[in-house]
């Protein structure tokens, strides 16, 4: 057992609140951020005051402190039905051939969550590119090269009848049409005993693919969300190279353990620095963003027993 886990957290957390949105909010958490033009770029979860999730673009030139956009992101979008619907939320991002694509949550009360892509280059225009799942299907990170000459992505589809909620590999010729599905990793006992999704998308190291995700162990009192990390393999990402027992980061702080839905850490985005340092940006208690930070080597030491 490890004394200590490779995150640590940002000492002036939460670094968004929902007073940090202008005009205000309910909430903001889940959310996306990659490097943009010298600085960094964001596209956040907001929930309203009428509890409806949206996304909303931001801007920060250190990653810590952001200048959000009032209005949420207008979609352009040539076909009515694959628009944005009732809530769109936790979105992942990722810089892919020069454009930046943004997979979320797509949903809506009749029929529930399918899996959303759109794309930008300059964060100022983004093009709604299509559902990509039937519900319900959602956590869906691509990953940042093709894989073999394919694009590639992970995704939880939910359960059904209690089964286990796991993490599925797929892959696409274009972006749009998805097939060639793998089982890549599922729950196990301990922290991660009821469901497990992907967080921020995968990012390469020598060692194989490092995925920060996300577990659910169930208590009497509720869900606990907790945070991992493991190594895929690099030529066959569907493939376990190595998953620590312990996780890296679990709710403690009192803006994770109070909120919206207590007991949360949720990584959606992780930003690599020149100098190794990884900014593990995550949801807290379903009301707002905070940041971790930690050292790529020893992120991929500590999945491989060496931390």
């Known amino acids: 057992m490890s004394s200590q886990t490779p995150l ?37 979860r907001v929930e309203g005051r009428d509890l409806f999730s949206r996304l909303h673009r ?7 402190a952001w ?4 209005d949420p992101i207008r979609f352009e979008c040539d076909e009515p039905d694959f628009a944005p619907l009732e809530h769109t939320y ?12 943004i997979t979320y ?44 000459g394919v694009y590639a992505r992970l995704e939880r589809p939910f359960a059904a009848g209690g089964e286990p909620a796991e993490i599925w590999y797929a892959e696409s010729p274009d972006l749009i049409h998805w097939g060639r599905f793998r089982f890549c990793m599922g729950p196990r006992p301990g922290w991660a005993e009821y469901k497990v999704g992907a967080g921020p998308p995968p990012i390469r190291t020598p060692e194989g693919w490092l995925l920060i995700y996300h577990g659910i162990r169930r208590t009497y009192r509720g869900d606990v969300y907790c945070a991992g990390a493991a190594l ?8 376990v190279v190595a ?3 312990e996780y890296v980061l679990a709710p403690s702080e009192p803006y994770e353990r109070a909120g919206d839905v207590p007991n949360v850490v949720f990584p959606c985005a992780a930003v690599v620095e020149p100098n190794g340092e990884v900014k593990v940006y995550y949801g807290a208690a379903d009301s707002c963003v905070a940041l971790a930070t930690g050292q790529l080597a020893d992120l991929v030491a500590f999945c491989l027993g060496q931390g």
């Not at 936790?90 to 694509?101: A, S």
């Open 243 to 245: 998953r620590p027992a």
């Open 58 to 64: 931001g801007r920060s030139a250190d990653g810590i």
């Open 67 to 70: 200048k959000m956009e009032a």
């Open 90 to 101: 936790d979105p992942r991002m990722t810089r892919l051939e020069d454009r930046y694509y």
């Open 232 to 239: 895929l393999d690099l030529e066959e990402p569907w493939k």
């Open 8 to 44: 640590k957290r940002y000492d002036g957390n939460p670094i968004l609140r929902p007073e940090d949105v202008p005009g205000g909010c309910h909430s903001v958490f889940n959310s996306a951020v990659v490097p943009f033009g010298g600085g960094y770029a964001g596209v956040f």
């Open 105 to 148: 949550a797509n949903h809506d009360a009749a029929h529930g969550s399918r899996i959303g892509l759109a794309v930008t280059e300059d964060f100022e225009t983004f093009r709604q590119i299509g559902n990509l799942s039937a519900p319900n299907n959602r956590n869906a990170v691509l990953f940042p090269e093709r894989i073999g």
